[in-house]
């Protein structure tokens, strides 16, 4: 039934819309379809904001624009102005600064934002180690914050050999 619809229905048709389906415990709230020609889907459990997998990332500020993109696709009034207040800062263009890299974020913050994205623990640390590497001032540093990335267990970030890239 659902395949018929998703084969007759419009892109604008489809902008949004809820399915409800009872997988074991879980229960899938959502499915998203976004623009032509290929629909993705985004499934959300309940309790749990964005099934974006932080490991996947190496920088804190593409991690949080793709949480916010993400939200603000499943909800239309999800907002800057929305996250500063959760979050617990004044001006909704901090948010904004935030992601063009024109201002960088305390520990203190970091953390606020890994609650406001529902983070589990070993999720929260990972954000917080992504915010020192990004913000490291020094190539020691630097080099000490990317080295607790690699070595966290779930990390999908991962050294490149040589023979996998070439220079233009």
């Not at 419009?10 to 623009?35: A, H, P, R, V, W």
């Not at 617990?88 to 201002?103: A, R, Y």
Request: with cysteine; glycine share 4%.
């Amino acid at each position: 039934m659902l395949g018929r619809f998703l084969k007759t229905a419009s892109i604008e048709d489809l902008t949004y819309f809820k399915l409800f389906k009872k997988s074991g415990s879980n229960l899938i709230t959502s499915i998203l379809l976004t623009s032509p020609p290929f629909p993705c889907i985004f499934m959300a459990n309940k309790g749990k904001k964005s099934m974006i997998d932080v490991f996947a990332y190496s920088d804190y500020r593409k991690y949080l624009n793709d949480f916010y993109e993400a939200e603000k696709r499943r909800n239309p009034h999800f907002s800057h102005r929305y996250i500063a207040q959760k979050v617990g800062f004044n001006s909704s263009g901090f948010f904004s600064k935030i992601l063009q890299g024109t201002t960088n974020i305390s520990n203190e913050l970091a953390l606020k934002f890994a609650d406001f994205c529902k983070l589990k623990k070993s999720e929260a640390d990972y954000f917080g180690l992504l915010v020192l590497y990004n913000q490291a001032k020094s190539h020691a540093e630097k080099k000490r914050w990317f080295e607790k990335i690699l070595a966290f267990s779930k990390s999908k970030v991962k050294i490149v050999e040589v023979s996998q890239y070439e220079f233009f």
